[in-house]
């Protein structure tokens, strides 16, 4: 995954979490998604982006995106989807992407969507 904005427009938070997180890879913390910048161990400080375009982002196969379409986190397998029972609004595509693409297309990305 790739953050894309201009630094001056991402927006990001300092805090401790209580698990250790990836850098760059997307977590659900209180039923909001963060985009962690650095790799990090459990209760150590990091930043994390809650407002950005992001780019090639992991993504669930068989189902193509249109410019537009919502976008949900699936805590369950770790991907960015249009499939909306069970999963977190994060967003909306500002690509397209294909059905068989396992990486998204540019997403307007904000952890506060809902």
Do not use: C
């Not at 809650?50 to 699936?74: L, M, Q, R």
């Amino acid at each position: 995954m790739q953050i894309v904005s201009p630094s001056v427009r991402v927006k990001n938070i300092g805090f401790a979490h209580t698990a250790a997180t990836v850098a760059l890879t997307a977590i659900l913390i209180n039923a909001h998604v963060f985009i962690p910048l650095n790799t990090a161990d459990a209760d150590e400080r990091n930043a994390f982006v809650y407002d950005s375009e992001i780019d090639a982002a992991p993504t669930d196969t068989g189902a193509a995106w249109a410019v537009g379409d919502k976008i949900y986190w699936d805590n369950t397998n770790k991907v960015f989807t249009k499939t909306a029972t069970s999963n977190t609004l994060v967003g909306y595509a500002l690509e397209a992407k294909g059905s068989s693409a396992a990486v998204s297309g540019l997403i307007a990305f904000n952890s506060f969507a809902a």
